[in-house]
Structure formats: C-alpha cells, structure tokens
C-alpha cells in the first residue's frame, strides 16, 4: 500500500536520521577532546562511548517490532522525546557518571527511533521510489556524521560541553514535534501468528540475510576506517586534523552519492546484485591500495573509495530489504538489519585490531579488503531480485 510521500512527510524522517548520526559522533568526538578535563581514562572514555551502540544492538530489534504492533510514529516521536531528556540529563553536571548516563539514555532512545524512522521511510515511498527516500534518508546520516564531530567540538570550545547537549536536546524535541505534526499516522497492518518456525525462516531468508550482510560489511570497513585513517595520518607525521578531514571526505562522498544511487536504483539503472559487489570491490581496493603504499595520497584514495562503498551500497540494500519485506514487519525487518550494522560496526575495528596486534596493519587492512570481496561475492550469487524488477543490463 502506498500512502502520502510528500516532501512535507519525509522530511521530518530524515531530521530524525540526522539527529541519531549527529549526537552519536558529535559527543563522541568532543568527548575524545574534553577527556583529560572531565577525568575520563582511555579505558572510561572507551568505555563511555561503547554504551551508545550497547543499547542499540540491545534494543533495536525491540522497538522495531514494536513499531509494528503500534505504528511507528508514536515510537519515532517517543524514542526523540526520550533523546531529547537523556541530552538534558548532561545539563546537571559534566561528571563522567553523568555523562555515561546520558550516553546510554541517548543510544537506548536512538534504538527506538531509528529503525521505526527506516520502516516508516519505506512504507511512505511506496515501492517505486524506495531507492530515492533511502538515499535521500542515508544523505542525511552521513551528513550528521560529517558535521557532528565539527559542530560539537566547536560548540564545546565556545561556550563549553553543556552546549552541546543543549543543542542535541533541542534538536530532537524540534524533530519529534514536526514528526507529530507532518508524518502521517501509518495504520497498523495486521499481522498473522507468527510461530518460532515462523521467525527462524523470516530471519534466515537470502532476502533478508544478504542485503544485512552487506550492511554489516559497510559499516566494519566505516568503523576501521574512523578509527585507524587518523591513526595512520598521525603515522604518517601529519596533523591530527588531517586524519580527520579523511573520515569527513569519506562522509560527504557518501552523503553526495547517496542520493543519486537511490534514483538510478528507481530507474532500473542499478540492482543490488550489480552495485552492492561493486562498492565493496572499491573500498577493497582502497584498503589494498593503502596497505601495499602507505601515504598521505592512498589515505585520501582509500576514504574516497571508502565512501563510493558506502554510497552505493547502503541505499541498495536498504531499498531490497523494504521491497522484499512485508509491512506487517517492516519495523521488526529494519530493527534486525540495523542490528546487523551494529555489530558490523563493532567487529570490524575489534577484529582489525586484533590482526593488526599479531601481524601488522597492513596485513590487518588486506584481510578487511578479502573479506569485503568475499561478502560482494557472496551477494552476486545469493541475492535475488526484488519482485517485479528486472535485471539491469550489469547482472547480465
């Protein structure tokens, strides 16, 4: 079923994606900064920034089946309000106490709101226009990716800490009121009684399991790529600052490619068969290339190629996933995939870490780009069509 997806309707959904992506890594990034200030440890501050995404492999898969036994406009609007607290909660002192507190607040709110945001973006474009909402929808994350660590460290630096959460706070009460007065009520669907049977074949289906698997491969080589480019960059005798430019590149390539996927997606100029291999062959390359010639240059190569992958592949699986899925478990669909980029996003830096430990990072970034062309491999040959669409002369 098709309901409105005017731009009055959507916008509000990708406010809501941005404001997730821009707390996640503006609080990251300023607490990385404020650290030795606030008494936080290398171990604390990890250990403060783990919570965020704790919650949300925790709690995702549970809000997104609520929203489909209660609509997902009163999970979306709830889980912001709930952001908008956890914000204000920082507000009361800067302890590092405090500041977890929040932290877990916020990551337990955007598991409510993010995969209800994902299910409502689909059931809104209608299956004509899934690839343009997601990548519109993916735009606005990456864009918070890009200006969170920007806006906070320097809301931080000017009037200090508290502004910041200020900002966040504000921020999600703004979205959740023009989500309660824009978005349209999506009626509940009925659902059949779904036995564990039922489940275990739902969750375990190519057209689920493939398209979450490429998200999960994504956001491992994102997550190694946050973390070590700027490691490298300092490596390599550059400026802090330069490391960080890289990972914003490779942000707003993602942001300004996004878009542009979803409508050739549209159009059938593009399939998930064809471009999700073809992402994840160039950020294999990037990673190689970086590996094999390690530089200020190949830093910047592997980021560009880094956010092409994301660019392409993220808009594509997103869109299979909403055209396979039923709306009954639009929510619950969305909530299990998002779980599978959260631990994609964790794995990666934990496992590159761990080969770069016994080996070397080269070896460590060559093992990530083997198994970002095995999963694009694995996705060629698994991944059916979405219903109704043919193949793109590329799957030819």
């Not at 057209?207 to 480019?229: E, K, M, R």
Request: proline share 6%; charged share 10%.
């Amino acid at each position: 079923m098709t309901y409105s997806s005017s731009a009055r309707s959507v916008a509000p959904l990708y406010l809501a994606g941005f404001t997730t992506a821009f707390g996640a890594h503006g609080v990251a990034g300023v607490l990385g900064v404020e650290s030795a200030d606030l008494g936080l440890s290398l171990l604390k501050l990890g250990l403060v920034l783990a919570l965020y995404d704790v919650a949300e492999v925790i709690l995702k898969p549970i809000f997104g089946a609520l929203s489909d036994r209660i609509g997902a406009r009163p999970v979306i609007v709830g889980g912001l309000a709930a952001f908008s607290a956890a914000s204000l909660l920082a507000l009361l002192a800067p302890t590092p106490l405090v500041l977890a507190l929040a932290r877990l607040g916020q990551g337990a709110a955007a598991s409510a709101f993010s995969p209800a945001s994902s299910a409502a973006v689909a059931r809104l474009a209608g299956k004509e226009r899934l690839g343009r909402s997601f990548g519109r929808y993916g735009a606005w994350k990456s864009l918070g990716y890009v200006l969170g660590p920007i806006i906070g460290v320097g809301l931080a630096y000017v009037w200090g800490i508290e502004a910041l959460y200020l900002a966040l706070a504000v921020l999600a009460a703004v979205a959740a009121a023009w989500v309660l007065a824009s978005v349209p009520a999506l009626p509940v669907v009925p659902r059949p009684r779904y036995t564990v049977a039922d489940l275990v074949r739902q969750t375990t289906e190519r057209g689920f399991l493939v398209p979450t698997l490429l998200l999960a491969t994504t956001t491992a080589i994102l997550g190694v790529a946050v973390g070590f480019l700027p490691l490298l960059a300092t490596r390599f005798g550059l400026n802090p600052m330069v490391g960080a430019g890289a990972v914003a590149l490779l942000a707003l390539v993602s942001t300004l490619l996004q878009p542009l996927i979803g409508r050739m997606r549209d159009e059938h100029r593009i399939t998930t068969r064809a471009g999700g291999p073809a992402g994840l062959a160039l950020a294999a390359a990037g990673l190689i290339l970086l590996a094999l010639l390690p530089n200020a240059v190949t830093l910047f190569v592997c980021a560009v190629t880094i956010g092409l992958m994301l660019g392409v592949v993220t808009p594509l699986a997103f869109a299979h996933l909403a055209d396979v899925t039923p709306e009954e478990r639009m929510g619950r669909t969305m909530g299990n995939a998002e779980l599978g980029r959260e631990i994609g996003d964790a794995g990666g830096p934990l496992i590159v870490g761990a080969i770069a430990t016994l080996a070397s990072l080269p070896v460590a970034l060559m093992s990530l780009a083997v198994a970002g062309l095995a999963s694009g491999a694995l996705s060629r040959f698994a991944l059916q069509e979405e219903p109704g669409r043919s193949p793109s002369p590329a799957d030819d």
